[in-house]
């Protein structure tokens, strides 16, 4: 359908998601921000979080997504991120396992070694991504 909102998620391995919405709620770097069909155009990054979809049919969707940046324009919204998927997908055991290595490596930060920046930011990956799961219990 001419003028449809369309929502497209790109990953470097994937595309997770492209199909025409209603709405999206994405996670800002600024907080949480909707996408509504005719939006003003926009570039925006995005941060470690949930990923809401609702399709024309009411359908609702959760992803989690990883940090990247979103652009809106024309009722084109692109999403592209470091990495990405639907919530239904992520396996509890490895997103667990992944924030306790995390854990580690962060209050190991003192170490020479240690890519503190890096670790933070899988930590807050992790932590996400094992919230999200358990919040839906799917």
Do not use: C, W
């Not at 929502?7 to 994405?26: G, N, Y």
């Not at 239904?88 to 490895?94: A, L, S, V």
């Not at 933070?120 to 996400?128: D, F, N, P, Y």
């Amino acid at each position: 359908m001419a003028g449809e909102l369309r929502l497209l998620v790109i990953t470097p391995e994937r595309v997770i998601f492209d199909k025409p919405i209603a709405s999206a709620t994405l996670p800002g770097t600024e907080g949480s921000f909707g996408v509504l069909k005719n939006h003003a155009p926009l570039i925006a990054a995005v941060e470690p979080g949930e990923l809401i979809v609702v399709e024309p049919d009411g359908a609702r969707y959760s992803f989690f997504i990883a940090d990247g940046f979103v652009e809106i324009k024309d009722n084109m919204v692109r999403l592209v991120v470091d990495s990405g998927e639907p919530v239904k997908e992520i396996d509890i055991k490895r997103a667990e396992d992944a924030e306790k290595r995390a854990r580690e490596r962060v209050a190991g930060g003192m170490k020479v070694d240690v890519d503190l920046p890096h670790a933070e930011a899988a930590l807050r990956r992790a932590i996400m991504r094992t919230k999200l799961r358990k919040k839906y219990q799917i």
